[in-house]
């Protein structure tokens, strides 16, 4: 088979529909009698619930209903645990899932008390003013030391101190390492939260049909199956009544693959308690405390190096806030813990996180998942050994990669899959030399930088490596069809989120079947139109649910070349399949379209041969062993003011491996919009509570994003080295853009600033302006 559009830069399919704003959202779903939801949130972060007296509110007029936790009944329960505790000796994990209304305490600002309907949004909210709640505040839970002091007040009542989880892995013995080492490298690192910020905020859309006992719901999920089967068991209704649909999505970035949020069980059942359609979309505000966050760690790490700079063993002990609740499992602090070893030679690992319930918002997976964590300590951990050996960064690094031929590379440490971490494949000398030459490393050394500090002016490099576990499992699925006007349609249950799929998808199956890519019809995310599938989240999009797309296409072109050879009585092997028809090679005028064909192979009259299927189509699964590992460079030249701290990024290069590229365009969109979270991860954005667990951020007037002004143009290259694990061998490439981009800031700003000559080092992320004139003025001579 020839490609035509496989690794071509296609421009994408749905952007038309996006730009010209005919793709519908979930706020674009308007139903005859449709009513509206606004839900009463705490205002305190730890609390006893006394008294909640919504008598006032329901009296409102234009109000339906308001319902407190005690109106639920018994569809009152605790959500449920998405992910299990991995399968590593020894662990401890608490499980504490989120609740559908605070019922007897609220443990952050922001948890729900009570929801109100209404015939508009606007009587809904002013009704939430006549709700009456009396509380007796509790101390507030926020600083994960003190939490786990033994005086600390206990966020869950029940057990007997405020750790959700610890969990220690090893690898060789790395007290021996360190009776070994030439230098051992003890620092302390801080990581701090941040939220995403999608353009789409969550939304729920429920309407029941109560003759037909259908429930069908819009949501803003990206794991639209999952939702289905839950919402079915919590509702007492079979799969097939329940219908879920996640249209175009407006960003997930991994916080709505948190399942299940209190909205998205509320919602649906108001609905049918109501007969009636409701409406929840959430507003920006509620986005900042209502949806989860991601980000707070505390890393104790040490490095033991040989002389020539080698590792010999790293150990780390790191807290992680979980936040009041931890439905997500461990899968960010797991990822964190085997992140940190990169694409480094690590014979001794000893890590041990401990998880932390705080009275803040719940912590689950967000771009990234973690990552970020473990690349910051491992790249600053060899930022600081250099200097202190006097190697090279990039030296430094280049010594301790991982040698091509040592793949696959089992790393030992249980990974978010619960398998032992193992590199598929890798090459990772090739793509640092190609940042190191496109950034012009050398060069700006020895002649720019020393020509520009001349000038007065205070430039600076960095460079960062990271691996990035992707296309995990547990499968995806995919039919196509092939319909009688000769356009094919894939359905396929996982989400999408502005990913592209409705393109590289497509492109998938224009290649085996032969017809343009705008002739191929993409559905994703409506559980009536395929029922199987797990979600969008950690760069698996199109790593499984794109091989699942070319499994049924492969199955559907061998039935379309059975049945044309049929039809002209010749062998298959002298058919030629493109252009949307089936033709004989050498003999001219000789063809079938694939529209003629497909109403063969469902025929009106005669009948269907035993053994055959009606129709040119095909359902087909795909789960990888294990996820692929894509890998990357990142290097970055900036220009601090150092009066200011006002920072202008000057050049900026991404050199990535995620194996084999459907579409070098949305692969190049992916890259461009993780830096730029990456960016605002690392240097504008974080959350910033006080003492009793309010945060003072909640806006986008204070809560900084970085603008397209703050957005480098961005040079991108590739290496390929082709995952084995998967037939098309891609990597999943959706993260790797935001992974690198703290140590990368920490660096480049070190080095611009001179702050190794002054003794300071930067251990923190996110940075801003402020804490840089901070941390240099701690220093300043008094």
């Known amino acids: 088979m020839t490609t035509r559009y496989f690794g071509a830069p296609v421009k994408r399919n749905e952007d038309q529909r996006l730009l010209t704003g005919q793709a519908l959202f979930v706020d674009d779903v308007e139903l005859p009698g449709m009513l509206h939801a606004a839900f009463l949130r705490s205002q305190v972060a730890h609390a006893r619930i006394k008294r909640i007296d919504v008598e006032a509110a329901r009296r409102r007029a234009g109000v339906i209903a308001v319902y407190t936790a005690g109106d639920l009944?018994?569809?009152?329960?605790?959500?449920?645990l998405l992910v299990p505790p991995p399968p590593i000796p020894g662990i401890v994990f608490n499980q504490r899932s989120q609740v559908p209304l605070a019922r007897d305490k609220v443990r952050h600002v922001g948890e729900p008390l009570a929801i109100?309907?209404?015939?508009?949004?606007?009587?809904?909210?002013?009704?939430l003013a006549d709700i009456e709640v009396d509380l007796e505040p509790l101390p507030a839970v926020v600083d994960m030391e003190k939490a786990l002091g033994a005086q600390s007040v206990l966020v869950h009542d029940d057990l007997r101190s405020n750790v959700a989880a610890r969990a220690r892995q090893t690898k060789g013995d790395y007290a021996a390492a360190a009776k070994r080492a030439s230098h051992i490298i003890r620092r302390r690192f801080t990581y701090d939260h941040g939220a995403s910020s999608p353009m789409e905020t969550r939304g729920v859309v429920a309407q029941w049909d109560g003759r037909a006992g259908q429930l069908t719901v819009w949501d803003t999920t990206q794991g639209p199956v999952f939702i289905r089967n839950g919402l079915a068991g919590m509702l007492g209704l079979s799969e097939r009544q329940v219908r879920v649909i996640a249209?175009?999505?407006?960003?997930?970035?991994?916080?709505?693959?948190?399942?299940?949020?209190?909205?998205?069980?509320?919602?649906?059942?108001?609905?049918?308690?109501?007969?009636r359609p409701v409406k929840w979309i959430e507003d920006r505000l509620e986005h900042f405390v209502a949806t989860t966050h991601e980000r707070s760690q505390i890393h104790d790490a040490e490095i033991a190096l040989d002389g020539d700079g080698r590792i010999l063993g790293i150990k780390d002990e790191f807290l992680f806030d979980t936040g009041a609740y931890d439905p997500y499992g461990l899968t960010v602090p797991l990822n964190s813990q085997c992140t940190l070893l990169g694409p480094y030679v690590v014979p001794s690992y000893d890590s041990t996180f401990t998880a932390v319930f705080t009275t803040l918002p719940i912590v689950t997976p967000y771009r990234g998942a973690g990552r970020q964590h473990g690349v910051f300590v491992i790249e600053r951990l060899l930022d600081i050994a250099a200097h202190e050996l006097g190697l090279d960064r990039a030296e430094i690094r280049r010594r301790n990669f991982i040698p091509p031929d040592a793949f696959p590379y089992n790393n030992e440490i249980i990974y978010q899959d619960f398998a032992p971490l193992e590199y598929d494949s890798g090459n990772y000398q090739p793509i640092l030399t190609k940042a190191l030459d496109a950034i012009g490393y050398r060069d700006f050394i020895d002649d720019e930088q020393l020509r520009l500090r001349a000038e007065g002016r205070h430039v600076g490099i960095g460079i960062a490596c990271y691996v990035e576990g992707t296309g995990i499992g547990p499968y995806e699925g995919a039919r196509v069809q092939v319909q009688a006007n000769g356009k094919v349609s894939v359905a396929t249950g996982i989400g999408t989120q502005g990913q592209g799929h409705f393109t590289s998808f497509a492109q998938i199956v224009a290649d085996q079947v032969g017809v343009d890519v705008r002739d191929v019809d993409i559905v994703t995310g409506d559980t009536d139109r395929f029922h199987w599938g797990a979600g969008t989240f950690a760069s698996r999009g199109a790593v499984v649910a794109g091989n699942a797309v070319n499994e049924a296409a492969k199955v559907v072109r061998e039935k379309i070349l059975r049945l044309a050879s049929?039809?002209?009585?010749?062998?298959?092997?002298?058919?030629?399949?493109?252009?949307?028809?089936?033709?004989?090679?050498?003999?001219?005028?000789?063809?079938?379209?694939?529209?003629?064909?497909?109403?063969?192979?469902?025929?009106?009259?005669?009948?269907?041969?035993?053994?055959t299927e009606p129709g040119l189509e095909a359902t087909q699964y795909f789960g990888p062993p294990r996820g692929a590992t894509a890998s990357g460079v990142h290097a970055m030249i900036v220009e601090v003011d150092p009066e200011t701290f006002d920072l202008e990024i000057r050049k900026y290069v991404v050199v990535h491996d995620c194996g084999t590229v459907i579409n070098p365009l949305i692969l190049a969109g992916q890259i461009h919009g993780g830096v730029a979270q990456g960016i605002g991860n690392a240097f504008y954005e974080q959350l910033v509570f006080d003492d009793e667990g309010q945060l003072l951020n909640a806006s986008l007037a204070d809560y900084l994003l970085p603008t397209a002004l703050d957005v480098p143009r961005m040079e991108l290259d590739h290496t390929v080295t082709a995952s084995p694990l998967n037939p098309l061998g891609i990597k999943g490439a959706g993260e790797a853009g935001a992974i690198p981009v703290g140590p990368l800031f920490a660096q480049a700003i070190e080095d611009a600033l001179g702050l190794r000559a002054r003794k300071i080092e930067i251990l923190e992320i996110p940075l801003s302006p402020s804490k840089l004139w901070d941390l240099t003025r701690a220093r300043e001579p008094s």
């Open 73 to 80: 009944g018994d569809y009152w329960q605790p959500g449920p």
């Open 116 to 127: 109100v309907i209404a015939e508009s949004r606007y009587i809904a909210e002013d009704a």
């Open 247 to 275: 249209p175009f999505v407006g960003g997930g970035f991994g916080p709505k693959m948190m399942l299940f949020y209190p909205e998205e069980v509320v919602v649906p059942w108001a609905a049918i308690e109501l007969q």
């Open 566 to 611: 049929e039809h002209f009585e010749c062998a298959e092997t002298d058919l030629v399949l493109e252009n949307g028809e089936v033709s004989i090679v050498g003999v001219p005028g000789r063809s079938i379209r694939l529209g003629e064909l497909a109403m063969k192979a469902n025929p009106m009259r005669g009948a269907v041969r035993p053994g």
